[in-house]
């Protein structure tokens, strides 16, 4: 006998699946030549993106947040490294990714720097450097 499908669950259902689609990340920013997204990047307030980088920690080289566009934007949680499921080296290259939600109306500075912590003085492998303006 086929499963009964009852019609009062389709409600509970189209609900979940907008809930689902409700906390989703407008969008993604990645780091390229570019920089294309941040000229400059407009968000409503409210607005979460995710921000997503090249990195390889086993280097010793990491993205430092050297400023974080507060009190416009807020740092929703630390930073999350994952590797290519499909990599299968050790000390293959991955993605940083940072969340963060626009919380109040003006303009901001978002800037990271590729770097070692530890080495002081020396100038950062590479730069993100990103304006925020928040409507």
């Not at 920089?35 to 010793?60: I, K, M, V, W, Y």
């Not at 740092?75 to 993605?95: H, I, N, W």
Request: hydrophobic share 40%.
């Amino acid at each position: 006998m086929p499963p009964r499908f009852s019609l009062h669950l389709l409600p509970l259902a189209a609900t979940t699946l907008l809930a689902a689609c409700a906390h989703q990340a407008p969008g993604t920013l990645e780091l390229d030549d570019q920089q294309r997204h941040c000229d400059p990047l407009e968000l409503h307030a409210g607005q979460t993106f995710d921000l997503r980088l090249p990195s390889n920690p086993t280097t010793g080289f990491r993205w430092v947040l050297r400023d974080s566009g507060a009190p416009a934007l807020r740092l929703l949680g630390p930073e999350v490294y994952t590797t290519p499921e499909d990599a299968g080296l050790v000390g293959s290259a991955g993605v940083s990714t940072w969340r963060f939600r626009a919380v109040s109306r003006g303009e901001g500075q978002l800037t990271l720097d590729y770097r070692r912590p530890w080495e002081e003085g020396v100038a950062a492998e590479r730069t993100f450097a990103c304006r925020i303006s928040i409507r």
